[in-house]
């Protein structure tokens, strides 16, 4: 499976918008890692095909607000990486005023992943997938608009906004124990 590599393009993730804004083209050969997602109740059940990446802790207020908590573990995939079971039923959708759509499930309301149509990218709430699937997050994002009542104490990277394309190589770097060699920028 061929893709756009994340890291090659600067993608920000806050306040109701996922928008990309490029940084320099670099297309990677992708190994194919499978996910199992569920909602809380079992009617949405999805397959992630492709390794997540970027993983951060949002701390928008987007966030913050439809979770009900000081952030949210998101992980980064194009859409087409994402494939419901047959015996799954269909995702609810909200759509934004700015034309991402908020996926979840219309029977217990768990949100599974926002989609930005427009560039074909998906961020999977990290949380609906199987315990045992769930990546850990690279950094703290966002950070602009966290919570007055939670301390980032857990000595992750943290950035304001989403990070610059050196600081995405940078963080691709740190993780490439955990990635497919193509996907790991070989200069910063």
């Known amino acids: 499976m061929r893709l ?5 393009e600067q993608v920000y993730a806050c306040s109701n918008s996922l928008v990309l804004a490029a940084a320099g083209p670099l297309e990677v050969e992708v190994t194919l890692v499978e996910r199992e997602g569920i909602c809380l109740c079992g009617h ?3 397959t992630v095909v492709g390794e997540l990446a970027p993983v951060f802790n949002c701390h928008c207020q ?7 908590a ?4 998101l992980g980064y995939v194009p859409t ?3 494939t419901w079971h047959a015996s799954s039923g269909k995702p609810s959708s909200y759509r934004t005023s700015t034309g991402n759509h908020r996926c979840f499930c219309g029977q217990c309301s ?7 149509p427009a560039v074909g990218l998906a961020c999977i709430v990290v949380g609906s997938l199987a315990e045992d699937a769930q990546p850990p997050a690279w950094a703290h994002i966002n950070t602009e608009s966290q919570s007055g009542n939670f301390k980032i104490s857990d000595g992750l990277p943290s950035f304001l906004t989403w990070p610059e394309p050196r600081a995405l190589r940078q963080l691709a770097r740190s993780h490439a124990a955990t990635l497919p060699p193509e996907m ?4 910063v």
């Open 4 to 8: 756009e590599a994340l890291g090659a």
């Open 44 to 46: 949405l059940r999805y």
């Open 62 to 68: 987007y966030c913050r607000r439809v979770h009900g």
């Open 70 to 73: 000081a952030f949210t573990t």
């Open 80 to 82: 087409t990486a994402i």
């Open 110 to 116: 768990t949100l599974v992943y926002n989609h930005a």
């Open 184 to 187: 790991v920028p070989a200069r």
